[in-house]
Nanobody, 122 residues
């Protein structure tokens, strides 16, 4: 499975961005997909997951109320919709996946894509 994150860019604080994670080389509807980020000087951290069947999602406390994760199995894409962005959200965002994973399996992702940079200016 190959994953490709895109949609990053420069946005002002309070603005919105939608990141996309496109998958190829596998059965997309079998994949639980997650978003992670690595802020400057920090370790990579969990942001959100969406279950392979699209039925449930799990968001980190930092994402609740501002971010939303959705999937379109017809297009083999998972989106991370980010609103009310803050400078502290500046990071490289990665998507990852696990076949038939639980939304809580974010520590056990099998497949990783290259990241996309999000910069939030104050």
């Amino acid at each position: 499975v190959q994953l490709q994150a895109s949609g990053g860019g420069l946005v002002q604080a309070g603005g919105s961005l939608r990141l996309s994670c496109a998958a190829s080389g596998g059965t997309f509807s079998d994949l639980t997909v997650g978003w992670f980020r690595q802020r400057p000087g920090k370790l990579r951290e969990f942001v959100a997951t969406i279950k392979w069947d699209g039925g449930t999602t799990y968001l980190a406390d930092s994402a609740k109320g501002r971010f939303n994760i959705v999937r379109d199995n017809a297009k083999n894409v998972v989106y991370l919709e980010m609103n009310s962005l803050k400078p502290a959200d500046t990071a490289v965002y990665y998507c990852a996946a696990k076949q038939f994973g639980s939304i809580y399996d974010w520590r056990e992702m099998q497949f990783w894509g290259k990241g996309t940079l999000v910069t939030v200016s104050s």
